[in-house]
Protein backbone atom coordinates (compact mmCIF):
# COMPACT_ATOMS: atom_id res chain seq x y z
CA UNK A 1 0.00 0.00 0.00
CA UNK A 2 1.06 3.49 -1.00
CA UNK A 3 1.70 5.51 2.25
CA UNK A 4 -0.55 8.34 2.69
CA UNK A 5 0.92 11.30 2.35
CA UNK A 6 -0.70 14.03 4.91
CA UNK A 7 -2.29 17.23 3.09
CA UNK A 8 -2.79 20.32 4.11
CA UNK A 9 -5.57 23.36 3.24
CA UNK A 10 -3.38 24.56 0.95
CA UNK A 11 -2.11 21.21 -0.80
CA UNK A 12 -5.94 20.37 -1.29
CA UNK A 13 -6.93 24.40 -2.74
CA UNK A 14 -4.20 23.47 -5.22
CA UNK A 15 -5.38 20.26 -6.08
CA UNK A 16 -9.29 21.79 -6.73
CA UNK A 17 -7.74 24.29 -8.26
CA UNK A 18 -5.70 22.44 -10.98
CA UNK A 19 -7.89 19.60 -11.60
CA UNK A 20 -11.16 21.28 -10.94
CA UNK A 21 -13.68 22.83 -13.26
CA UNK A 22 -14.07 26.87 -11.92
CA UNK A 23 -17.94 26.60 -11.30
CA UNK A 24 -17.42 27.87 -7.41
CA UNK A 25 -15.55 30.19 -5.35
CA UNK A 26 -15.67 28.78 -1.95
CA UNK A 27 -14.34 29.47 1.17
CA UNK A 28 -10.72 28.46 1.88
CA UNK A 29 -11.74 26.00 4.31
CA UNK A 30 -11.29 22.06 3.68
CA UNK A 31 -13.47 20.13 5.83
CA UNK A 32 -12.72 17.01 7.09
CA UNK A 33 -15.54 15.81 9.85
CA UNK A 34 -18.41 16.97 11.33
CA UNK A 35 -21.32 16.28 13.61
CA UNK A 36 -24.35 18.12 14.73
CA UNK A 37 -23.93 21.92 14.13
CA UNK A 38 -20.08 21.14 13.68
CA UNK A 39 -17.58 20.92 11.31
CA UNK A 40 -13.28 20.64 11.17
CA UNK A 41 -11.46 21.47 8.85
CA UNK A 42 -8.13 19.89 8.20
CA UNK A 43 -6.07 21.36 10.55
CA UNK A 44 -8.08 20.46 13.36
CA UNK A 45 -10.02 23.66 13.48
CA UNK A 46 -13.77 23.89 14.46
CA UNK A 47 -16.35 26.02 12.96
CA UNK A 48 -20.19 26.67 13.96
CA UNK A 49 -22.29 25.64 10.41
CA UNK A 50 -24.72 28.41 9.36
CA UNK A 51 -24.78 27.52 6.11
CA UNK A 52 -26.27 23.78 6.32
CA UNK A 53 -25.64 23.30 2.55
CA UNK A 54 -27.71 25.56 1.59
CA UNK A 55 -30.52 23.56 3.89
CA UNK A 56 -29.62 19.77 2.94
CA UNK A 57 -28.39 19.30 6.46
CA UNK A 58 -31.14 20.60 8.53
CA UNK A 59 -30.90 17.68 10.67
CA UNK A 60 -27.50 18.44 11.30
CA UNK A 61 -24.22 16.74 10.13
CA UNK A 62 -23.86 12.95 10.34
CA UNK A 63 -27.17 12.75 12.04
CA UNK A 64 -26.69 9.08 13.86
CA UNK A 65 -30.35 7.70 13.23
CA UNK A 66 -29.93 8.92 9.51
CA UNK A 67 -26.28 7.28 9.47
CA UNK A 68 -27.36 4.20 10.52
CA UNK A 69 -30.60 3.95 8.26
CA UNK A 70 -27.80 4.63 5.23
CA UNK A 71 -25.51 1.78 6.47
CA UNK A 72 -27.98 -0.62 7.07
CA UNK A 73 -29.90 -0.23 3.33
CA UNK A 74 -26.28 -0.11 1.59
CA UNK A 75 -25.17 -3.14 3.27
CA UNK A 76 -28.49 -5.12 2.07
CA UNK A 77 -29.23 -3.09 -1.24
CA UNK A 78 -28.43 0.42 -2.73
CA UNK A 79 -30.19 0.00 -6.16
CA UNK A 80 -32.78 -1.95 -8.45
CA UNK A 81 -33.38 0.88 -10.52
CA UNK A 82 -37.45 1.20 -11.28
CA UNK A 83 -37.86 -1.54 -13.55
CA UNK A 84 -37.86 -3.42 -9.96
CA UNK A 85 -39.57 -2.81 -7.18
CA UNK A 86 -37.77 -2.27 -4.03
CA UNK A 87 -38.79 -2.49 -0.01
CA UNK A 88 -38.13 1.36 0.54
CA UNK A 89 -39.82 3.53 -1.49
CA UNK A 90 -43.32 2.15 -1.36
CA UNK A 91 -42.88 2.97 2.14
CA UNK A 92 -40.84 6.54 2.11
CA UNK A 93 -43.78 7.53 -0.68
CA UNK A 94 -46.71 6.48 2.03
CA UNK A 95 -45.05 8.30 4.89
CA UNK A 96 -44.17 11.27 3.08
CA UNK A 97 -47.55 11.57 1.55
CA UNK A 98 -49.05 11.19 4.99
CA UNK A 99 -47.36 13.91 6.61
CA UNK A 100 -47.52 16.66 3.82
CA UNK A 101 -51.22 15.85 3.04
CA UNK A 102 -50.64 14.93 -0.60
CA UNK A 103 -51.88 12.04 -2.79
CA UNK A 104 -48.96 11.08 -4.96
CA UNK A 105 -45.10 11.69 -4.55
CA UNK A 106 -42.79 11.42 -7.29
CA UNK A 107 -38.85 10.27 -6.45
CA UNK A 108 -35.97 12.44 -7.94
CA UNK A 109 -32.25 12.80 -7.19
CA UNK A 110 -31.42 16.45 -7.28
CA UNK A 111 -33.73 19.67 -6.81
CA UNK A 112 -33.09 20.85 -10.35
CA UNK A 113 -34.69 17.19 -11.78
CA UNK A 114 -37.53 17.65 -9.45
CA UNK A 115 -38.59 21.53 -10.79
CA UNK A 116 -37.79 19.88 -14.34
CA UNK A 117 -40.79 17.11 -13.02
CA UNK A 118 -43.03 19.59 -12.16
CA UNK A 119 -42.94 21.95 -15.23
CA UNK A 120 -43.10 18.83 -17.82
CA UNK A 121 -46.38 17.69 -15.09
CA UNK A 122 -47.43 20.69 -15.57
CA UNK A 123 -47.23 21.26 -18.88
CA UNK A 124 -48.69 17.58 -19.52
CA UNK A 125 -51.23 18.49 -17.00
CA UNK A 126 -52.32 21.43 -19.26
CA UNK A 127 -52.82 19.49 -22.12
CA UNK A 128 -54.50 16.75 -21.44
CA UNK A 129 -56.88 18.26 -17.99
CA UNK A 130 -56.93 21.94 -19.19
CA UNK A 131 -56.90 21.92 -22.91
CA UNK A 132 -54.13 23.85 -23.85
CA UNK A 133 -53.20 23.27 -27.16
CA UNK A 134 -50.01 20.94 -27.02
CA UNK A 135 -46.83 23.12 -27.39
CA UNK A 136 -48.18 26.17 -26.27
CA UNK A 137 -48.57 25.89 -22.91
CA UNK A 138 -47.63 28.75 -20.53
CA UNK A 139 -45.60 28.70 -17.19
CA UNK A 140 -45.28 31.95 -15.28
CA UNK A 141 -41.99 32.48 -13.02
CA UNK A 142 -41.04 35.46 -10.56
CA UNK A 143 -37.79 37.58 -10.95
CA UNK A 144 -35.33 36.70 -8.69
CA UNK A 145 -35.89 32.74 -8.77
CA UNK A 146 -33.39 30.16 -7.86
CA UNK A 147 -34.90 27.23 -8.96
CA UNK A 148 -31.46 25.19 -10.40
CA UNK A 149 -29.27 25.39 -13.31
CA UNK A 150 -30.93 22.98 -16.31
CA UNK A 151 -31.47 24.76 -19.48
CA UNK A 152 -34.79 24.78 -18.93
CA UNK A 153 -35.02 26.16 -15.49
CA UNK A 154 -31.87 29.47 -16.49
CA UNK A 155 -35.17 29.83 -19.56
CA UNK A 156 -37.03 31.85 -16.66
CA UNK A 157 -34.08 33.05 -14.69
CA UNK A 158 -33.22 36.77 -15.00
CA UNK A 159 -29.86 36.62 -13.56
CA UNK A 160 -27.69 37.26 -16.01
CA UNK A 161 -24.84 35.13 -15.07
CA UNK A 162 -26.87 31.70 -14.97
CA UNK A 163 -27.89 32.61 -18.02
CA UNK A 164 -24.86 33.89 -20.11
CA UNK A 165 -23.76 31.67 -22.77
CA UNK A 166 -25.71 28.96 -22.07
CA UNK A 167 -28.79 29.79 -25.18
CA UNK A 168 -30.58 28.93 -26.73
CA UNK A 169 -33.57 28.61 -24.04
CA UNK A 170 -36.53 27.30 -23.82
CA UNK A 171 -39.67 28.86 -24.42
CA UNK A 172 -42.52 28.89 -23.08
CA UNK A 173 -41.84 31.07 -19.74
CA UNK A 174 -42.96 34.51 -18.73
CA UNK A 175 -41.61 36.72 -15.65
CA UNK A 176 -43.18 38.70 -13.52
CA UNK A 177 -41.71 40.66 -10.36
CA UNK A 178 -41.96 38.76 -7.12
CA UNK A 179 -43.78 39.33 -4.62
CA UNK A 180 -46.52 41.27 -6.95
CA UNK A 181 -49.75 38.87 -7.03
CA UNK A 182 -51.84 42.09 -9.37
CA UNK A 183 -48.86 41.34 -12.03
CA UNK A 184 -49.73 37.24 -11.35
CA UNK A 185 -52.94 37.97 -12.74
CA UNK A 186 -52.23 40.34 -15.58
CA UNK A 187 -49.64 38.14 -16.63
CA UNK A 188 -51.89 34.78 -16.88
CA UNK A 189 -53.33 34.19 -20.65
CA UNK A 190 -56.21 31.13 -21.52
CA UNK A 191 -52.60 28.95 -22.35
CA UNK A 192 -51.35 29.20 -18.88
CA UNK A 193 -50.74 25.89 -17.13
CA UNK A 194 -48.44 26.77 -14.29
CA UNK A 195 -46.96 29.74 -11.38
CA UNK A 196 -43.94 28.25 -9.74
CA UNK A 197 -42.47 30.43 -6.82
CA UNK A 198 -40.26 30.58 -3.90
CA UNK A 199 -42.31 31.04 -0.88
CA UNK A 200 -39.01 33.01 0.16
CA UNK A 201 -36.82 33.39 -2.19
CA UNK A 202 -33.39 31.77 -1.13
CA UNK A 203 -30.79 32.43 -3.20
CA UNK A 204 -32.06 35.57 -4.33
CA UNK A 205 -31.18 36.86 -1.16
CA UNK A 206 -33.99 35.76 1.33
CA UNK A 207 -36.23 38.33 0.18
CA UNK A 208 -40.20 37.12 2.17
CA UNK A 209 -43.36 38.46 -0.25
CA UNK A 210 -45.80 40.61 1.65
CA UNK A 211 -47.81 38.97 3.92
CA UNK A 212 -50.70 37.59 2.46
CA UNK A 213 -49.01 37.03 -0.71
CA UNK A 214 -49.10 33.64 -1.19
CA UNK A 215 -53.37 33.53 0.02
CA UNK A 216 -53.70 35.93 -3.04
CA UNK A 217 -51.79 33.69 -5.42
CA UNK A 218 -53.82 30.36 -4.24
CA UNK A 219 -56.51 32.41 -4.90
CA UNK A 220 -56.06 33.92 -8.01
CA UNK A 221 -54.27 30.52 -9.73
CA UNK A 222 -57.85 28.63 -8.68
CA UNK A 223 -59.79 31.35 -10.16
CA UNK A 224 -57.81 30.93 -13.13
CA UNK A 225 -57.22 26.94 -13.37
CA UNK A 226 -53.33 27.80 -13.12
CA UNK A 227 -51.63 25.23 -11.18
CA UNK A 228 -49.53 26.84 -8.12
CA UNK A 229 -46.26 25.59 -7.72
CA UNK A 230 -44.83 25.78 -4.78
CA UNK A 231 -40.46 25.00 -4.69
CA UNK A 232 -40.04 24.34 -1.34
CA UNK A 233 -36.54 22.88 -1.99
CA UNK A 234 -34.75 25.44 0.37
CA UNK A 235 -37.61 26.72 2.45
CA UNK A 236 -39.39 23.33 3.01
CA UNK A 237 -38.69 20.76 5.85
CA UNK A 238 -38.94 22.84 8.91
CA UNK A 239 -36.38 25.94 7.34
CA UNK A 240 -39.20 28.56 8.02
CA UNK A 241 -40.21 27.38 11.46
CA UNK A 242 -43.01 25.20 9.81
CA UNK A 243 -43.36 22.11 7.13
CA UNK A 244 -43.73 24.07 4.40
CA UNK A 245 -43.10 27.85 4.05
CA UNK A 246 -46.47 27.85 2.31
CA UNK A 247 -48.04 26.86 5.92
CA UNK A 248 -47.41 30.14 7.62
CA UNK A 249 -50.23 31.36 5.69
CA UNK A 250 -52.55 28.36 5.60
CA UNK A 251 -52.30 27.58 1.86
CA UNK A 252 -51.35 24.33 -0.08
CA UNK A 253 -49.83 24.64 -3.60
CA UNK A 254 -51.30 21.80 -6.14
CA UNK A 255 -47.34 20.99 -6.81
CA UNK A 256 -44.50 21.16 -4.58
CA UNK A 257 -40.77 20.69 -5.25
CA UNK A 258 -38.71 19.04 -2.21
CA UNK A 259 -35.08 18.54 -2.08
CA UNK A 260 -31.92 19.22 -0.08
CA UNK A 261 -32.82 18.09 3.90
CA UNK A 262 -34.68 15.68 2.00
CA UNK A 263 -32.10 13.63 3.05
CA UNK A 264 -30.35 15.24 6.10
CA UNK A 265 -27.38 15.73 3.76
CA UNK A 266 -26.61 11.95 3.24
CA UNK A 267 -27.07 11.10 0.03
CA UNK A 268 -29.06 13.81 -3.22
CA UNK A 269 -32.66 12.43 -3.02
CA UNK A 270 -35.94 14.91 -4.24
CA UNK A 271 -39.40 14.74 -4.69
CA UNK A 272 -42.64 16.06 -6.23
CA UNK A 273 -45.73 15.74 -4.72
CA UNK A 274 -49.19 16.19 -5.67
CA UNK A 275 -52.92 14.94 -5.60
CA UNK A 276 -53.80 12.62 -8.28
CA UNK A 277 -56.04 14.72 -10.14
CA UNK A 278 -52.45 15.98 -11.23
CA UNK A 279 -49.86 13.34 -10.93
CA UNK A 280 -52.31 10.61 -12.84
CA UNK A 281 -51.52 12.21 -16.28
CA UNK A 282 -48.34 10.29 -16.55
CA UNK A 283 -48.14 7.29 -17.73
CA UNK A 284 -45.61 4.52 -17.55
CA UNK A 285 -42.45 5.77 -19.92
CA UNK A 286 -43.30 9.02 -19.84
CA UNK A 287 -40.85 10.54 -17.72
CA UNK A 288 -37.66 8.64 -14.83
CA UNK A 289 -34.46 8.34 -13.17
CA UNK A 290 -32.35 5.69 -12.87
CA UNK A 291 -31.22 6.40 -9.14
CA UNK A 292 -34.93 8.53 -8.59
CA UNK A 293 -36.33 6.23 -5.98
CA UNK A 294 -33.65 3.82 -5.30
CA UNK A 295 -33.60 1.89 -2.15
CA UNK A 296 -30.56 3.30 -0.25
CA UNK A 297 -32.52 7.16 -0.65
CA UNK A 298 -35.40 5.77 0.13
CA UNK A 299 -34.31 4.46 2.93
CA UNK A 300 -32.13 7.92 3.71
CA UNK A 301 -35.31 9.80 3.24
CA UNK A 302 -37.68 8.03 5.07
CA UNK A 303 -35.27 8.25 8.16
CA UNK A 304 -34.46 11.51 7.58
CA UNK A 305 -38.40 13.00 7.34
CA UNK A 306 -38.60 10.80 11.00
CA UNK A 307 -35.62 12.77 12.97
CA UNK A 308 -36.87 15.97 11.54
CA UNK A 309 -40.54 15.42 12.93
CA UNK A 310 -39.79 13.23 16.29
CA UNK A 311 -37.25 15.58 17.41
CA UNK A 312 -39.20 18.74 17.46
CA UNK A 313 -36.97 20.46 15.12
CA UNK A 314 -39.31 22.15 13.15
CA UNK A 315 -40.55 23.41 16.37
CA UNK A 316 -36.56 24.11 17.18
CA UNK A 317 -36.48 26.13 14.39
CA UNK A 318 -39.56 28.42 15.06
CA UNK A 319 -37.91 29.45 18.52
CA UNK A 320 -34.37 29.50 17.40
CA UNK A 321 -35.39 31.75 14.34
CA UNK A 322 -37.42 33.98 16.52
CA UNK A 323 -34.42 34.62 18.81
CA UNK A 324 -31.99 34.31 16.35
CA UNK A 325 -33.87 37.41 14.12
CA UNK A 326 -34.34 39.50 17.60
CA UNK A 327 -30.58 39.14 18.90
CA UNK A 328 -28.94 40.02 15.10
CA UNK A 329 -31.74 43.12 15.10
CA UNK A 330 -30.02 44.50 18.39
CA UNK A 331 -27.03 45.03 17.11
CA UNK A 332 -25.97 48.26 15.73
CA UNK A 333 -23.71 48.55 13.13
CA UNK A 334 -23.39 50.91 10.37
CA UNK A 335 -22.80 48.09 7.64
CA UNK A 336 -26.28 46.72 8.41
CA UNK A 337 -29.20 47.73 5.85
CA UNK A 338 -32.07 44.73 7.39
CA UNK A 339 -32.03 41.55 8.94
CA UNK A 340 -34.89 39.51 7.97
CA UNK A 341 -36.45 36.02 8.14
CA UNK A 342 -38.31 33.27 9.22
CA UNK A 343 -37.52 30.75 11.01
CA UNK A 344 -33.80 29.63 11.19
CA UNK A 345 -33.77 31.25 7.54
CA UNK A 346 -32.25 34.89 8.15
CA UNK A 347 -30.74 37.14 5.93
CA UNK A 348 -28.57 39.95 7.08
CA UNK A 349 -28.06 42.54 4.07
CA UNK A 350 -25.37 44.75 3.92
CA UNK A 351 -24.91 48.62 2.75
CA UNK A 352 -23.37 48.82 -0.50
CA UNK A 353 -20.97 50.46 1.37
CA UNK A 354 -20.21 47.98 3.75
CA UNK A 355 -17.77 46.66 0.58
CA UNK A 356 -19.49 43.37 -0.49
CA UNK A 357 -20.46 40.43 1.88
CA UNK A 358 -17.69 38.33 0.80
CA UNK A 359 -15.14 39.60 2.98
CA UNK A 360 -17.53 39.39 6.13
CA UNK A 361 -18.08 35.78 5.57
CA UNK A 362 -14.44 35.51 5.17
CA UNK A 363 -14.01 37.39 8.70
CA UNK A 364 -16.71 35.01 10.14
CA UNK A 365 -15.17 31.91 8.70
CA UNK A 366 -11.57 33.20 10.61
CA UNK A 367 -13.98 33.53 13.89
CA UNK A 368 -15.38 29.97 13.47
CA UNK A 369 -18.44 30.69 11.57
CA UNK A 370 -18.87 29.50 7.74
CA UNK A 371 -21.68 30.62 6.35
CA UNK A 372 -21.64 31.72 2.50
CA UNK A 373 -22.95 35.54 1.19
CA UNK A 374 -26.05 35.25 -1.82
CA UNK A 375 -26.10 38.11 -4.36
CA UNK A 376 -23.19 40.29 -3.20
CA UNK A 377 -24.45 41.84 0.42
CA UNK A 378 -26.53 39.35 2.10
CA UNK A 379 -25.33 36.93 4.35
CA UNK A 380 -27.37 34.10 4.70
CA UNK A 381 -27.42 32.57 8.65
CA UNK A 382 -29.06 29.35 7.85
CA UNK A 383 -27.80 26.83 10.68
CA UNK A 384 -28.87 23.23 11.49
CA UNK A 385 -32.60 23.21 13.00
CA UNK A 386 -30.97 21.05 15.69
CA UNK A 387 -29.40 24.44 16.88
CA UNK A 388 -29.56 25.34 20.96
CA UNK A 389 -30.04 28.68 22.43
CA UNK A 390 -26.31 28.72 23.44
CA UNK A 391 -24.48 27.52 20.31
CA UNK A 392 -26.74 30.06 19.34
CA UNK A 393 -25.13 32.91 21.43
CA UNK A 394 -21.70 31.72 20.54
CA UNK A 395 -22.33 32.74 17.06
CA UNK A 396 -24.01 35.65 17.88
CA UNK A 397 -21.29 36.99 19.53
CA UNK A 398 -18.72 36.30 16.75
CA UNK A 399 -21.35 38.07 14.51
CA UNK A 400 -21.40 41.18 16.45
CA UNK A 401 -17.86 41.19 16.57
CA UNK A 402 -17.47 41.25 13.30
CA UNK A 403 -20.28 43.18 12.21
CA UNK A 404 -19.45 46.05 13.89
CA UNK A 405 -15.38 45.84 13.74
CA UNK A 406 -14.65 45.11 10.17
C1 LIG B 1 -31.08 24.49 -4.29
C2 LIG B 1 -32.38 24.79 -4.94
C3 LIG B 1 -32.78 24.16 -6.13
C4 LIG B 1 -31.87 23.23 -6.90
O1 LIG B 1 -31.48 22.11 -6.18
P1 LIG B 1 -30.18 21.28 -6.65
O2 LIG B 1 -30.21 20.06 -5.78
O3 LIG B 1 -28.99 22.14 -6.43
O4 LIG B 1 -30.38 20.96 -8.10
C5 LIG B 1 -34.03 24.45 -6.62
N1 LIG B 1 -34.85 25.32 -6.00
C6 LIG B 1 -34.51 25.94 -4.87
C7 LIG B 1 -35.46 26.90 -4.22
C8 LIG B 1 -33.24 25.73 -4.31
O5 LIG B 1 -32.87 26.40 -3.21
Same mark, same amino acid.
Given at each position: ?????????????????????????? @?????????????????????? %??????????????????????????????? +?????????????? &????????? %??????????????????????????????????????????????? +??????????????????????????????????????? +????????????????????????????????????????????????????????????????????????????????????????????? @???????????????????????????????????? &?????????????????????????????????????????????????????????? %????????????????????????????? &??
Amino acid at each position: MLEQVALHTQDYITLEHHYGAKNYKP @LDVVLERGAGVWVWDVEGRRYL %DFLSAYSAVNQGHAHPRILQALVQQAQKLPL +TSRAFRNTQLPLLA &QELCELTHY %DKMLPMNSGAEAVETALKLARKWGHLVKGVPQGQQEIIACAGNFQGR +TITIISFSDEPQYREGFGPFTPGFVTIPYGDADALEAAI +TPHTVAFTVEPIQGEGGIILPPDGYLQRVRDICTRHNVLFIADEIQTGLGRTGALFATDHEAVRADIVTLGKALSGGFYPVSAVLADASVMSV @LRPGDHGSTFGGNPLAAAVAREALKVLVEEGMIDNS &QRMGAYLLAQLRRITSPAIKEVRGRGLFVGVELHPAAGGARRYCEALAAAGILCKETH %DHVLRFAPPLIITRSELDYALERVERVLT &QL
